[in-house]
């Protein structure tokens, strides 16, 4: 049977899982976690949901890195707490993250681990290229969370503005999970048509659709404001993500990636639409963007590269992107 596991069993980890057992992606799964009480509690909670299930045989079990020799997929999802419980900005988490995800990779290098990683920790874009780079992993077998659920944001706030199915609108948010993201307006379709067409009939304005990039930006800070912390879009992301490639899907998702020589800030991890599969992604012909949209995209993306970089340094990790 499959094997997936899975590094931190909080609530982004567990809300991963379970959405994983309801979409039916039946493997055996085996939970890390720092506290490890906390590990062996989820798997008897959620072993007693896949019993529950008619049609279910995934397993779950607490273990530890040596598990991972075997396994197809890991998801990591630890975090270090925000210093001030709440979390502001992702970029707060950095210095520490970093650390944690050196040590993350390194031992899940030793375990002999050679299937794909999908990272959630954020900031997701600089602990993906720290990742990469600690493990040497190749980098089509390495993917962050990306924009995705940035992705799902934009076609939610779209969908309820124009009343339809958010899978009827076809369009992605790239760049970085956060701050530094951005919406090609021009790559937006709806059904055959752009949303030019609903400028043209009153039913979204260039006010409104000017709006909706700081809306996507804002959404999780206010879902924080009120719970504490966002779980349940990203953990249904993860669980995508994972049946995209255990199925083989070939199927399209704005993650984040290693950004190819075409790209003028090629190496750094950034959000982008690719093809993902069970080798993991592969990249589309690079995208043309509109000149402000270009700009945009290279100032954030260099950011993200030298601020990776200058961590990369700190941590005493050797460095192969330029």
Known sequence: MTKIGLIGVGA????????????????????????????IAQAKDLNDAACSMANNGSTFKAGDYSDLKDADIVI?????????????????????????LRKIGQSIKDSGFAGVTIIASNPVDIMATIYQQVTKFSPNKVISSG??????????????????????????????????CLIPFSKIRIGLGSLKDWLANGTITNEWLSQLNEMVKKEAFEIIAGKGITNYGIGENLAEITQAILYDRQRIYSLGVQLPKEYKHAGVYFGL???LGKNGYTHLPKIRLDEDEQ?????????IKETAIQVLKNLDVEITIK
């Open 76 to 100: 990591i999802t630890a975090s270090i707490r925000p210093k001030e419980g709440v979390l502001k900005d992702r970029m707060e988490l950095l210095t520490d993250n970093a650390k944690l």
């Open 147 to 180: 924009t995705i659920l940035e992705t799902a944001r934009m076609k939610k706030f779209l969908s309820e503005k124009i009343g339809i199915k958010a899978h009827s609108i076809t369009g992605f948010v790239i760049g970085e999970h956060g701050a530094r």
């Open 295 to 303: 700009q945009q995209f290279d100032e954030y993306s260099k950011e």
């Open 12 to 39: 982004v980890g567990s809300s991963y899982l379970y959405a994983a057992l309801n979409k039916n992606i039946e493997a055996d799964y085996v939970l890390i976690d720092s506290f490890p009480q906390v590990a």
């Open 273 to 275: 639409p690719v093809i």
